[in-house]
């Protein structure tokens, strides 16, 4: 346990969790996050092709509609009637590429053209067909010849035998091929309600067919968001249940002068608060923004496809969308940052309040303490709005940018309509489209909150788990019981740079040996304790048990050879049996019973209503001082260690209590090697052997009598309490 420095401050160090200097962005973050979702990479994958189903029916939507207006609702189709074939197959081969429909029927040819294909065309060609009455902008519907269609539109028109654009307009209907005829928009609309719908009955079916896709696709996207929100929250859950179970693990190995530095209200924020940001970034945040991205992705790529002219108008307010977005980007991290920080700070303070409740309450610092916390909590506050303020921003920018955008399409699509360049579905679609662009980028503000959340509690999640723990060298365990010789030589020990604690401090306790410690507060009595538990490391010397360098046992073998007594006994919340047993399932419930009336701990275990099981709160409030160090002898007894330590244990108590502890120390130490540190002289006369230190420097060994007769300290000491 020699240590090689200072490891980074002592019990006096600074708290320096909090200010965290590293970069913004550290890619080493992402791939620390990602360890924990690799061993559930199935659900994530699952998750994740869930999600392109919803992205997909999301792009699909739109376009069902598009083509229920213009294939279905309001037709967007042309017609060229050529006189002969020849000149109708040069035209259908030289724009083969667009797959035209053409049909034949009484010597002509009809090639049916929709408005995306007519602005394909040729312009100066499309013009001369107008020139020579060969098409025009009229819009047709092309019908089934069925007999009773024939017979509802020879009611009021006749058929034309030979239709032409030239002078006298197309007039009536007639027919391009067996199955097809075609009617104009504007003649199918002089006819009946209950008419036009009989001659448009394939269409009708068509919209159904089309309403029915678009109602399944919208259930499949129901029921798909449904499975992928219980998936990505169950892989969620269960990186984070690993998390936290790491970052408690790690916790319990750090060594004790890292919680000499960090109060207990930021750690615990580490276990909770950290981690949960995290799982909400996983559970809400990181799939559904690649799913954005890609949708994103996909949107515009089928805009451009769609319309290119009109997609490259809507898109003129991306840019400003863009610079909006990096500027929070870069804002909202290091706002993020010491939001984390100043939580951390508001549960420190409110755990150390809580815990010096009574001290609070004795000093009437009501006042003082809630200016205290009214301070932190206002900066936490003021970070917070700090916060809000960046995303009440944000949102209403990108919402009115994508109203511009909308405006935009109406604006130029509404005339691109007006000049029959477009169709009043695809300006429908691209409305949707647009609306559907913004969505993501207008919660990603939202979401880049949690990221933010999610990355700043990962910073200082894996900051805590890049500290060193305690080595407690696992590879040398062996299980062995130590004979409890004890031997330090030469050992120097500072917690803080050139403050040293202990100053060349030499001595050796034989197997069996009972050594008292005595000094004045401070002079380093608890510090050997410390160092013999492997709880700090020492800068010089060696310290040796059995004749063996501490370094060479492993710390678990080491603490179950050694028992502790302290004077602030901890009691976990749970009952007087689990307290004395210590999860040590070896243990019967004779045995808990048998050990407490080794050591007088059943005379008040018994006057209890539940004995045994009688339940005690947090830090054994409902306990007495006494009763808690009789627990803790019974504690340290049923673990049977070879060595003993009473640290300072038979302070503040009462004579009765004192005398029933005396009974249980005797027992205790016989046959161990034992170490007490006491302040009252007159609980440790029966020791073989005193040291008494003075300002981390043994000055006086020997006997009590023998101490007496040299009237040194000790004997100065004596007197203090006695005359």
Known sequence: MRGGGFGGGGRGGGFSADDLKGKIYDQRLYSKMLRYVLPYMKLVIISFVILMLVAAAEIVLPLIQRTAIDDYIVSDKTLIIYPDAKDANAFHAKYDYLKLKQYEWNGKSFIVLNTKDRN?????????????GLTSKDYIYL????PENREILNRRFSMNPNPSFRKGGLG?????????????????????????LKVREDASRSLLFLAMLFLGIITIRMVSSYFQSVITAKYSQLAMNDLRHDVFAHLQRMPVKYYDQNPVGRLVTRVTNDVRAIDEMLASGVITIIQDVILVIGIVTLMLVLNWKLALVSFIILP????????????????????????????ATLSE???????IQLFNQYFHKRAEFSDINQTYFDTSIKQMKLFAFFRPIIHVSSQIAVALIIWYGGGQILDNAITIGLLMAFTQYITKLFEPINDFSEKFNVLQGALAGAERIFDLMDQTPD??????????RFRGEIEFRNVWLAYNPDEWVLKNVSFKISAGEKLALVGHTGSGKTSIVSLLLGLYPYQKGEILIDGKPLDQYSLEDIRHNIGIVQQDVFIFSGNIKDNIALNNDDLSDEEIIQVSEYVNADKFIHKLPGKYQEPVMERGATLSTGQRQLIAFARVLAYDPTIFILDEATSNIDTETELLIQDALKKIIEQRT???????????QHVDRILVLHKGEIVEEGSHYDLLDKKGLYYDLYRLQYT
């Not at 019908?143 to 069925?146: R, T, V």
């Not at 309040?353 to 001290?359: D, L, P």
């Not at 080595?471 to 062995?480: A, C, E, G, I, N």
């Open 120 to 132: 394909k065309l040729d312009k100066g060609e499309l013009k001369r067909l107008e020139d020579q």
């Open 143 to 146: 019908i089934s010849d069925k």
């Open 172 to 196: 009536g209907w007639f027919k391009v091929s067996r199955s097809k005829i075609v009617v104009e928009r504007e003649v199918l609309k002089q006819l009946p309600k209950q008419e036009r």
């Open 320 to 347: 400003f969308v863009i610079f909006t977005i990096s500027e929070y980007r870069k804002r909202t991290r290091v706002v993020y940052r010491e939001v984390r920080k100043y939580l951390a700070q508001l549960n």
């Open 353 to 359: 309040h809580i815990a010096g409740q009574k001290i």
């Open 471 to 480: 080595d407690y060298r696992d590879d040398l365990k062996t299980d062995l």
């Open 674 to 684: 034992s170490i007490m540190i006491a302040h009252r002289l007159s609980t440790i």
